[in-house]
């Protein structure tokens, strides 16, 4: 009932706009009668929409899978992985390598040809090439190995010159207290060495230390 009487109201302005042209009221009447309810309310701004099918959907049955979590079986995995890795490093196909050093108490997250800042006092000097032995992490494109903390120095070579030994700029401290007439301005520039990372490279196998030699006689 509420559709028919939205239907009357748009149709009803047309009929009396169409009333001059026709004399009579009974062909409005017949032509409104055979007109069907979606033409009659085709003025409307929103026009109807047809219904949409709506179909139940079953949810699939994901099938679950127990693995057992063995010694064995993680030690297989282990033993995988590391080939792998082996792998890569025997073919050199391991791409770029990145490391992570930790120097003057921050951590940088260096590859070759890197520029680092190292801010504070810094022992060496411009020209001086020296190798970083703190070494967190190192990572190629398909691995990254971890240390615990540090990786062993055997293993991986970051090798850095100092460029250049400059001052920061100027940083100005302001002091004041409240109703006592002091005032103090301070004045604080500090050193800054810039460092270049020549190499990242890794010396040999995980888990295949090198033979060393000359070590009869030492206390490990």
Same mark, same amino acid.
């Given at each position: 009932?509420?559709?028919?009487?939205?239907?009357?109201?748009?149709?009803?302005?047309?009929?009396?706009?169409?009333?001059?042209?026709?004399?009579?009221?009974?062909?409005?009447?017949?032509?409104?009668?055979?007109?069907?309810?979606?033409?009659?309310?085709?003025?409307?701004?929103?026009?109807?929409?047809?219904?949409?099918?709506?179909?139940?959907?079953?949810?699939?049955?994901?099938?679950?899978?127990?693995?057992?979590?063995?010694?064995?079986?993680?030690?297989?995995?282990?033993?995988?992985?590391?080939?792998?890795?082996?792998?890569?490093?025997?073919?050199?196909?391991?791409?770029?390598?990145?490391?992570?050093?930790?120097?003057?108490?921050?951590?940088?997250?260096?590859?070759?040809?890197?520029?680092?800042?190292?801010?504070?006092?810094?022992?060496?000097?411009?020209?001086?090439?020296?190798?970083?032995?703190?070494?967190?992490?190192?990572?190629?494109?398909? &691995?990254?190995?971890?240390?615990?903390? /540090? $990786?062993?120095?055997?293993? +991986?070579?970051?090798?850095?010159? !100092?460029? *250049?030994?400059?001052?920061?700029?100027?940083?100005?401290?302001?002091?004041?207290?409240?109703?006592?007439?002091?005032?103090?301005?301070? &004045?604080?520039?500090?050193?800054?060495? /810039? $460092?270049?990372?020549?190499? +990242?490279?890794?010396?040999?196998? !995980?888990? *295949?230390?090198?033979?060393?030699?000359?070590?009869?006689?030492?206390?490990?």
């Amino acid at each position: 009932m509420a559709l028919a009487g939205v239907a009357g109201r748009y149709v009803r302005p047309t009929l009396m706009a169409l009333r001059p042209l026709f004399n009579t009221d009974t062909m409005l009447r017949e032509t409104r009668g055979k007109l069907s309810l979606a033409s009659q309310v085709r003025g409307l701004r929103t026009r109807a929409t047809p219904a949409v099918l709506r179909t139940s959907v079953q949810p699939s049955v994901v099938e679950q899978e127990v693995v057992e979590h063995t010694p064995e079986a993680e030690e297989e995995l282990t033993k995988y992985a590391i080939q792998r890795v082996n792998d890569q490093i025997g073919e050199n196909k391991h791409g770029r390598l990145f490391a992570v050093i930790y120097l003057q108490g921050k951590q940088h997250l260096v590859t070759a040809e890197d520029l680092v800042v190292v801010q504070g006092p810094f022992a060496p000097t411009i020209g001086d090439t020296f190798r970083l032995e703190k070494i967190l992490a190192v990572g190629g494109r398909d &691995f990254t190995l971890l240390g615990r903390p /540090l $990786l062993h120095k055997d293993l +991986v070579n970051v090798e850095a010159t !100092v460029v *250049e030994k400059s001052l920061s700029h100027c940083r100005i401290f302001f002091y004041n207290r409240r109703r006592k007439n002091s005032r103090k301005t301070k &004045f604080e520039r500090e050193t800054h060495t /810039l $460092l270049r990372i020549h190499r +990242v490279e890794l010396l040999h196998k !995980v888990n *295949e230390a090198p033979d060393i030699e000359g070590v009869d006689g030492r206390i490990f």
